[in-house]
């Protein structure tokens, strides 16, 4: 559910009374289709390709010092790197990375 960006079943809670079943939407072939065409599953998708294929993941990972109400995440492989800032209270984040091109950065 969470990476199709579903929404909770309150027709599937109701019929099982199960708790848990609320976030446990059974997905048609079209629902399918049609969730993977969301543009934020799109990008979540993109997201779980870069992190599986950028080099600085492969390094070492640091939580430097940020703000209060910030987090700062790092990760370093050599000359490869690339960092996820998060302001809570503006509820805006980026991550910025290294490549073979110079930097990149997505603003979320």
């Known amino acids: 559910m969470g990476l199709l960006a579903g929404r909770n079943d309150l027709d599937l809670l109701q019929r099982t009374g199960v708790g848990r079943d609320i976030n446990r939407h059974y997905y048609s072939e079209a629902e399918l289709s049609e969730?993977?065409?969301?543009?934020?599953?799109?990008?979540?998708?993109?997201?779980?390709?870069?992190?599986?294929?950028?080099?600085?993941?492969?390094?070492?990972?640091?939580?430097?010092?940020?703000?209060?109400q910030a987090l700062y995440l790092?990760?370093?492989n050599g000359d490869d790197w690339a960092w996820l800032h998060v302001d809570f209270p503006s509820r805006n984040a980026s991550i910025r990375w290294s490549g073979p091109e110079g930097q990149g950065q997505w603003l979320l």
């Open 35 to 68: 969730a993977l065409r969301q543009p934020v599953v799109q990008q979540l998708c993109d997201l779980i390709r870069f992190r599986n294929a950028h080099p600085a993941f492969d390094g070492d990972f640091a939580m430097p010092d940020a703000p209060d």
């Open 74 to 76: 790092e990760w370093r």
